[in-house]
């Protein structure tokens, strides 16, 4: 199955990418090839986050493990999400886990969904917590935003499902020949008849 990934407002980082979502402060995808461990990011020890678009690391302080980094190894504020520490550190971690070992060396995009709920930061920002996190992996080793789709999960307790911003590529229509018999060869003797007597009338008028 080819599918094809909307390249929505892309920032693009070394061997990766996100599609910023620049209402609700956080990526609508990831994007990273390869298997990569998660970095632990400080705000004032190194390796330290550099601050996203929406948010510092100011905002997300006093909410401890209430993030998670949907491109692991790096410490960019525009890449994480807000999950709760269950969720995170449980079926989340569980389908990370599977994703390194199974899809390690292919294009892997990462999203989640998100509702009304919030949670009121210290800085006193409101954040969308998410409601389940999608992984898609394509059969490729580089960047791209079409290709072979070999797997893909949605981590909550709904059903498997693709994220709104991947389209399955349909075929083109194929174009039927019909053979010369019935029905097909008794419409082309009847529009043949029709023409030949409207022929004839216009002569003999």
Wanted: proline share 5%; net charge positive.
């Amino acid at each position: 199955m080819i599918v094809n990934i909307l390249a929505l407002s892309i920032i693009a980082y070394n061997n990766s990418i996100i599609s910023y979502n620049y209402t609700n402060g956080f990526p609508n995808y990831a994007a990273v090839v390869g298997a990569h461990n998660h970095t632990r990011c400080g705000c004032y020890t190194d390796p330290k986050w550099k601050n996203g678009i929406n948010y510092t690391c100011e905002d997300w302080a006093g909410l401890p493990n209430y993030h998670w980094q949907l491109i692991p190894g790096i410490c960019e504020m525009n890449s994480v999400v807000p999950m709760s520490p269950l969720f995170s550190n449980g079926p989340w971690r569980k389908a990370e886990n599977h994703l390194r070992k199974r899809y390690g060396k292919y294009l892997t995009f990462r999203g989640c969904d998100f509702n009304d709920t919030s949670i009121i930061t210290k800085t006193n920002k409101s954040m969308k917590v998410s409601t389940g996190c999608y992984w898609v992996v394509i059969n490729s080793t580089l960047i791209t935003y079409r290709g072979e789709l070999l797997d893909y999960g949605y981590v909550t307790g709904s059903a498997k499902k693709l994220p709104w911003w991947v389209q399955i590529e349909t075929a083109p229509m194929d174009i039927v020949e019909y053979p010369l018999g019935f029905p097909g060869g008794i419409m082309i003797v009847i529009c043949s008849a029709i023409s030949l007597v409207v022929f004839l009338s216009s002569l003999i008028r």
